[in-house]
């Protein structure tokens, strides 16, 4: 089992900036890849960024040149580094654990597949 605590999120104006973070526990000895999704009212959700064990990335390309995914090792968290905030930036935000990320494809373990409990992010003036 995983555990996985997310933290961050708010209200910011348009073209600010807001950093997520999520922190993982348990068994982290088999997280591959950790990834963050977000979902809006009335719309699936949808992956935002996700990075793999040995440090590659992969963005969404709505994102892509102002949210930064990032990962610290020695204390099990990622971070989701949001900049330039837009309205349609604005929902509720998800840490995954255990999928590997591709450039154009995600791998899911259906055996080890863990949710964080989710954050609001409104992007608002």
């Known amino acids: 089992q995983v555990q996985l605590v997310q933290s961050g999120g708010g209200l910011v104006q348009p073209g600010g900036s807001l950093t997520l973070s999520c922190a993982a526990s348990?068994?982290?000895?088999?997280?591959?890849?950790m990834g963050w999704y977000r979902q809006a009212p009335g719309k699936q959700r949808v992956l935002v960024a996700g990075?793999?064990?040995?440090?590659?990335?992969t963005y969404a390309d709505s994102v892509k040149g102002r949210f930064t995914i990032s990962r610290d090792t020695a204390k099990n968290t990622v971070y989701l580094q949001m900049k330039n905030l837009k309205p349609e930036d604005t929902a509720v935000y998800y840490c995954?654990?255990?999928?590997?990320?591709?450039?154009?494809?995600?791998?899911?373990?259906?055996?080890?597949?863990?949710w964080g409990q989710g954050t609001q992010v409104t992007v608002s003036s």
């Open positions: 995954n654990a255990g999928r590997t990320y591709g450039s154009t494809w995600v791998k899911q373990d259906p055996l080890y597949d863990y």
């Open positions: 348990g068994s982290i000895f088999s997280i591959k890849g």
């Open positions: 990075i793999n064990s040995d440090g590659s990335t």
